[in-house]
């Protein structure tokens, strides 16, 4: 039973989630509507002492040439790129480069990078008033602010009082226009409605095609044991969404996600041709999964294993891009050492690889760190002009001694991948394998075999056609080499064969029935399949099952009743 003193209002909620954020999380204030410019959506006056704070200079020459100009060519700069760009890059303006946020340094060696990342401000807006129309008064619950920039809006709902985290999806789709500033694609990088059991969030704002995704940890919480689901776990004492404040909105985490995660590129539609822009938000389990295998590889080092076991419908391919990306630039726990020279990803067919090198050009924050390993001579040039030969081989060597940053190939191309790397020890080297699981064929085997001819693909176990899984071939390569010292492994599948469990997974005593010590192989992280059943990602293919003696009695129905029908048409006829 609840307290008699409890505040289980909405705004009890509110105020709970303001003073976490300023206690808990150290947010240096809590702003007001007063304090926000609509015309430009800024907090303004923050925006220009950050400016004055950390760049002296740059800000009296802002004052000369007129602060009204600077806010108009902000304006424009975050209308064009979105908020995650300029905080990136900066803008320039009038002959100068003016920075709006600074970035973690990825290493300790750089001090004054690390007083600027800390003069970054984030602040919270209750019942910000967002909109330039004079007629339009409408109230956001919560907007966070980084440096007096709106970059996170929030709508609660107190399960309490009985309107559930659908209310504040509605609100967003109904009451929040799309053409007011604060919402215009870019402006902010998330918009979460939230209760105290559930979360949901969106990048972008479309009315009624406003599509939310779940943002929630799922019943398991990333874990390989049960309950599996959708939803979040029961947590004593608070609400089960308190992780919002308590991990995803600190400053730590709002900052790695500007730094790494968030995204915008523009897609274009397979059927129309037709172009449009997106902007990426990761699924908790998205974020969760990256942050994870990051900070278990900074403790460990190089040489690790690890099994992700994501379902269908679990956004894979962003997955392995957000990870592929975070890995050219991890350091060590103590932030002194690059761990990774190189990071490949094998893909297991030709358009999936194609998908993947796309996925990862297009989030990429920096041009030309892709090399897809083809065996061209062409390609092989642009790395070595003086190189003669032309092979896969060459290539993945060329591709690794010119530390290449991220490596992709197909599963065919493996077997050249392990000889390069087992070939220079010296190169450390992150392997992310995408989900294995179409066939290979005899025609595969035996150019493989041409490739390790000390190695005998018969003894792969086939199917019926005589073809033999990915997933089986790439653990029997892996196995054969010894598991390269010199390379840590990421192997991402829905549904892994105990081999590979063997192969990847983390090793858990237990004991059986008959209390004897046993060993089982778990998944680094799951996201599981009845999760993404429940959140609607893919279908349940038994939710429609009917057995054949069903589909039987059904289908003796339905001809009794047409003959019926039938005779009844004859009998009127006669009539």
């Known amino acids: 039973m609840r307290s008699p003193t409890t505040n289980t209002s909405e705004k009890g909620y509110q105020l709970l989630f303001v003073q976490k954020l300023l206690d808990f999380q150290q947010y240096h204030a809590?702003?007001?509507?007063?304090?926000?410019?609509?015309?430009?959506?800024?907090?303004?006056?923050?925006?220009?002492?950050?400016?004055?704070?950390?760049?002296?200079?740059?800000?009296?020459?802002?004052?000369?040439?007129?602060?009204?100009?600077?806010?108009?060519r902000l304006d424009q700069q975050i209308s064009k790129k979105g908020i995650v760009e300029v905080f990136r890059k900066g803008i320039a303006h009038k002959g100068k480069k003016v920075f709006l946020y600074?970035?973690?340094?990825?290493?300790?060696?750089?001090?004054?990078?690390?007083?600027?990342?800390?003069?970054?401000?984030?602040?919270?807006?209750?019942?910000?008033?967002?909109?330039?129309?004079?007629?339009?008064?409408?109230?956001?619950?919560?907007?966070?602010?980084?440096?007096?920039?709106?970059?996170?809006?929030?709508?609660?709902?107190?399960?309490?009082t009985y309107q559930a985290v659908y209310n504040a999806i509605k609100q967003y789709k109904r009451d929040r226009d799309p053409k007011d500033k604060i919402f215009n694609l870019g402006r902010c990088m998330v918009h979460f409605a939230v209760d105290t059991s559930q979360v949901f969030m969106t990048g972008q704002l479309a009315g009624k095609h406003t599509r939310f995704f779940p943002?929630?940890?799922?019943?398991?919480?990333?874990?390989?044991?049960?309950?599996?689901?959708?939803?979040?776990?029961?947590?004593?004492?608070?609400?089960?969404?308190?992780?919002?404040?308590?991990?995803?909105?600190?400053?730590?985490?709002?900052?790695?996600?500007?730094?790494?995660?968030?995204?915008?590129?523009?897609?274009?539609?397979?059927?129309?041709?037709?172009?449009?822009?997106?902007?990426?938000?990761?699924?908790?389990?998205?974020?969760?999964?990256?942050?994870?295998?990051?900070q278990h590889?900074?403790?460990?080092?190089?040489?690790?294993?690890?099994?992700?076991?994501?379902?269908?419908?679990?956004?894979?391919?962003?997955?392995?891009?957000?990870?592929?990306?975070?890995?050219?630039?991890?350091?060590?726990?103590?932030g002194e050492i690059a761990l990774f020279d190189s990071v490949v990803v094998v893909t297991d067919r030709q358009n999936l690889d194609e998908q993947i090198r796309n996925n990862i050009k297009n989030f990429a924050q920096v041009k030309h760190i892709v090399e897809a390993?083809?065996?061209?001579?062409?390609?092989?040039k642009v790395l070595d002009p003086s190189e003669e030969s032309a092979s896969k081989t060459v290539h993945m060597r060329l591709a690794l001694a010119n530390n290449k940053k991220i490596i992709i190939c197909t599963v065919q191309t493996f077997p050249n991948?392990?000889?390069?790397?087992?070939?220079?020890?010296?190169?450390?080297?992150?392997?992310?394998?995408?989900?294995?699981?179409?066939?290979?064929?005899?025609n595969a085997a035996a150019s493989m075999n041409a490739v390790f001819s000390d190695m005998n693909f018969d003894d792969l176990e086939r199917d019926e056609e005589g073809n033999f899984s990915t997933e089986d071939l790439v653990t029997y390569l892996i196995e054969s080499k010894k598991m390269l010292p010199n390379a840590s492994y990421f192997a991402f599948t829905a549904t892994p064969k105990n081999k590979t469990l063997e192969t990847f997974g983390v090793p858990e005593i237990y004991h059986d029935e008959h209390n004897e010590r046993k060993t089982r192989f778990l998944p680094f992280h799951t996201y599981s399949m009845k999760q993404a059943i429940e959140e609607e990602f893919i279908l349940d293919v038994l939710k429609n099952y009917t057995t054949h003696e069903s589909w039987y009695k059904i289908k003796q129905i339905n001809e009794a009743d047409t003959a019926i029908e039938f005779e009844t048409k004859e009998a009127n006829k006669k009539i």
């Open 297 to 334: 590889a900074k403790t460990n080092g190089v040489g690790q294993r690890y099994l992700i076991q994501h379902s269908a419908g679990s956004g894979k391919s962003n997955s392995i891009t957000w990870l592929a990306h975070q890995l050219t630039s991890l350091f060590n726990d103590k």
């Open 373 to 380: 390993i083809t065996g061209k001579q062409k390609d092989i």
């Open 30 to 72: 809590e702003t007001t509507t007063a304090d926000f410019d609509t015309e430009f959506c800024i907090n303004r006056q923050y925006v220009l002492d950050f400016i004055k704070a950390t760049q002296a200079k740059i800000y009296e020459h802002i004052e000369q040439s007129g602060i009204r100009t600077f806010l108009v």
């Open 215 to 294: 943002f929630n940890k799922g019943l398991n919480d990333g874990a390989a044991h049960a309950p599996f689901g959708a939803g979040n776990p029961i947590v004593p004492n608070k609400q089960k969404t308190a992780y919002l404040y308590e991990e995803v909105l600190s400053k730590t985490s709002i900052a790695n996600l500007i730094e790494k995660f968030v995204t915008i590129v523009e897609e274009q539609d397979e059927d129309t041709g037709k172009k449009y822009t997106v902007q990426y938000f990761p699924r908790y389990h998205q974020m969760t999964v990256v942050r994870r295998l990051l």
């Open 102 to 160: 600074y970035p973690k340094p990825s290493s300790i060696y750089n001090p004054e990078a690390s007083a600027l990342h800390k003069s970054n401000t984030f602040t919270v807006t209750q019942e910000l008033i967002y909109s330039h129309e004079a007629s339009n008064r409408n109230r956001l619950d919560l907007t966070i602010f980084v440096n007096g920039f709106p970059i996170v809006t929030l709508e609660l709902k107190n399960a309490y």
């Open 417 to 442: 991948v392990l000889k390069a790397i087992a070939d220079m020890e010296a190169k450390k080297v992150a392997i992310i394998i995408d989900e294995a699981h179409s066939s290979q064929s005899g």
